[in-house]
């Protein structure tokens, strides 16, 4: 590369952002760090500023920002506190590449003002895509800033397609691991524990991320984000589930040909790829041993089983605002799950009524997502509240 590349990580604390900043501190000749964000965890916030050494630090609620202060006061990191100061500081003209990781739809109001600012995004937050999909691309298109996958799916795809010049795709074809419940009978999914849906065979991920794995609505989100990242119509975008996770995803070309992109699971290797592209830089890390592997295996989902992946195809294909009431309802009931209020059965359904409950708007307008958004959390509270334990 041909200088340090100037980073922003929004959503230092979570688990991308943890992994990019082990990326960051193995590689220190490639990248200065300009800017983390984290929404309450001011004391991993503050670690990290200190070992990076950011120039700024935001800690999104106010009421930690003091702290946050007093455990930088001996550095020369500037410390801010609020949304405002993340949609100020990401603007600015020291920052190369915003790494988007902050995690739900809290990410979408940064990440406009940097793609209004013509900064590179290395995407990670599935529900900017999934929530404005549409006018994230069109924003992103007029403003000249490029959007670099950084889910291992789309990362995958992405790299698939670099050296096709642009031949034309038949087939984009998305794996999954399946999740924890993949071999569990469909009637035994009702009692199953947050402490059993957290628990991923394959990947380390956040716990809401985790718990989308296991319903299957990860896969529905990146059917998604794979129709806007890369403008194939969604009848053009499929599932397999492929228990290993060795193969991230695969392209097939419309004269037969399929290409994939093959690694460990480990989130790393795409978070330093979004980072460096279009270059690639030694990295640390177990590497595939293709004879301890053996074999690798390939499902047709069960989406009776697992029906988000259903729901959101349904949402995609009516378009609107379908996907972010779609995208709100989901954060709500993997949340009321998580914290043992309803059941992991309960989950679809709550977002199926916000879906059925919230207006439908046609067309795809900023001021109505965040409207949209407001109320399908409003709504689907509303129904965990009627069926909660």
Known sequence: MERKRKIAILGSTGSIGKQAIEVILSNPDLFEVELLTANENYGLLASQAAAVNANNAVICRDEFYDKASSLLSGSDVKVFSGMDSVCSLVQSDDIDIVLASMVGFSGLRPVLKAIESGKTIAIANKEILVCAGEAVTGLSMKHSAPLIPVDSEHSAIFQCLQGSFGSPVDELIITASG?????????????????????????????????????????????????????????????????????????????????????????????????????????????LDLFALGKLTFHKPDTVKFPALDTARRALDKGGNACCVMSGADEEAVNAFIQGRIRFTDIVPVIEETLATVPFI?????????????????????IIKKIEK
Not at 228 to 249: A, D, K, N, R, Y
Not at 362 to 382: H, K, L, M, V, Y
């Open 362 to 382: 046609q067309g795809e307008d900023i001021g109505n997502i965040f409207e949209s958004d407001r109320a399908a959390r409003e709504t689907a509270s509303r």
């Open 179 to 287: 999740g924890p419940f993949r071999e569990y009978p469909a009637e035994s999914l009702s009692s199953v524990t947050p402490e059993q849906a957290l628990d991923h065979p394959r990947w380390k991920m956040g716990k809401k991320v985790t718990v989308d794995s296991a319903t299957m609505m990860n896969k529905g989100f990146e059917v998604i984000e794979a129709r806007w990242l890369f403008g194939i119509p969604s009848e053009q975008i499929s599932v397999v589930t492929h228990p290993e996770s060795i193969i991230h995803s695969m392209v097939r070309f419309q004269d037969g040909a399929i290409m994939a992109q093959m690694g460990m699971p480990d989130m790393r290797i795409p978070i330093q790829y979004a980072l460096t592209y279009p270059y690639r830089q030694p990295a640390e890390g177990e590497r």
